[in-house]
């Protein structure tokens, strides 16, 4: 028989209920002793969070990424399933929760891959996904995160994505939800599921300040 096309797996895979909320960086909290004291949170939205999340593992992979989980965030229901944030009912975005190492990596050098791997130009939407749950944002942690944000996003603009008009939110971050333990590492253990094709690095080069 025929294998199912990459694009229905995304429709066909199964909906569950249990999400929960985790907006702590405390080991103790997290399930994990490893985090350092000054570890901190980065917060992205940039489509079906598969693909997010599985091209910042590989692209930080020992590179000061500790941890990384998909979920919903920005939303007005607590405990959404991923059934009624695909409805876009709850206004959630589905998103990748980065908790990384700043003396490793930066926060900025984590913003410079987010507006290279997709397309922020293309709003409530990335390839054939569309919606508020695809939407490109940036959820801020603290106001420093925010004057970075908005600081790179000026500067992707003039540089980079000149021929459209960067749609991305930057809000501060809210309520998190850890999506379902199905999504976790999903092209991990899907290897050949589906995938974005909004989502590839581009061949951009360094940023200029201005």
Known sequence: MASTPHFLSRLLRPFTTTTSASLSLNPAESGSSSFPPNAQKCTLAAGCFWGVEHMFRKHFKD????????????????????RAVCSGRTGHAEALQITFDPTVTTYRSLLEFFFKMHDPTTKNRQGGDAGTQYRSGIFTHSPEQEAEAKKIMGQVQAQWWRAGTVETEVVPAGEWWDAETYHQLYLDKNPGGYECPAHFVRGFGALKDE
Do not use: E, F
């Open 63 to 82: 590179s000061g990424l500790l941890d990384a989980r998909v979920g919903y965030t920005g939303g007005d229901t607590k405990s959404p399933a991923y």
